[in-house]
């Protein structure tokens, strides 16, 4: 499979804040060193977990160095690029390959709504002005925009768009990808309630915030499906849904964050707007992880 550097459990490191609301550096690299020890397949900081909108050019630079920088080449790295207009989408993909990303992952952000053909070119664009592979992202829950499976199809004509992200949380669109365009497309799972249904219809990874909280259960998950043993996958997904379910609709940088001081470790402040969970929302979570890990 060309230029597809990613398999299995891609992690989505928070971005943490201090006490002023400015990105914690240092907290952040040890966040990254818990997902790597703790066995994820990739890193994918700046997507929606790590709150990439909320940050400046500055400091998206400082958590793509440090991303890289801390993982040093143990295992990948695909960093978010992604910006409402091309070329600053195109500054940022270029940032992150010059400074050692494997690959990047970029979500058409929009205020007015874009075209198919909009969208094509804006990919196109950036493509030609890198040489490391670009994961196409469709989650329209966050961005607005919908990226639909002929539109998808689309993007693979580019080159170096050698990935796809699917976000929508309609298992059918997988399936459509698998089915139109081959067994050899590398398509992603980027919804959590889905993961064990999407690795039975091929997807080659599972892009998750979850590996924060509970890597073990997400790793055994892609192992018995790698094993072929669909009954023990749907033991160890089952087990873990409501934790998915619950860390998705929450929102998934107030939930990391309060699950990361449930196990006992820093998970840093938030920046305003986002506010913490409630009392009552973090003694929910809580009890589902004391389900987890006892």
Known sequence: ?????????????????????????????????????SGSHGLAPLGSTGVMPYLSDEEKEAITEAS??????????LVGVSNLTT???????????????????????SYWKLTDDE???????????ISIPIMAYNNPATSGVDMSPVLLKRLLEIPNV???KES????????????????ETAFY???????????TAGARGWCTAAPNLIPELNIDLYNAVEEGNLEKAKEVFYKQFDLLKFIVNKGLPRAVKAGLNI????GGNLRSPLKPMTAKETEELKNIIKTLIN
């Open 189 to 199: 799972n980027g919804s959590n309630p889905l993961a064990l249904a999407a690795f």
């Open 162 to 164: 050698t990935m796809i």
């Open 263 to 266: 196990l006992g470790e820093e």
């Open 87 to 109: 070329e600053k989408t195109v500054y940022h993909a270029q940032f992150a390959e010059k400074a050692g990303a494997d690959a990047v992952m970029i979500i058409p952000m």
């Open 119 to 129: 969208i094509v070119a804006h990919y196109d664009a950036v493509a030609s002005k």
């Open 168 to 183: 929508t949380g309609d298992i059918q669109r997988m399936h459509y990808l698998r089915k139109e365009l081959g067994e």
């Open 68 to 77: 890289i920088q801390q993982t040093n080449g143990r295992i990948p790295t």
């Open 1 to 37: 499979m060309k230029n597809v550097p990613f398999k299995g459990i891609i992690a989505y490191p928070i971005t943490p804040f201090d006490q002023n609301e400015k990105v914690d550096i240092p907290l952040f690299k040890k966040l990254v060193e818990r997902l790597v020890v």
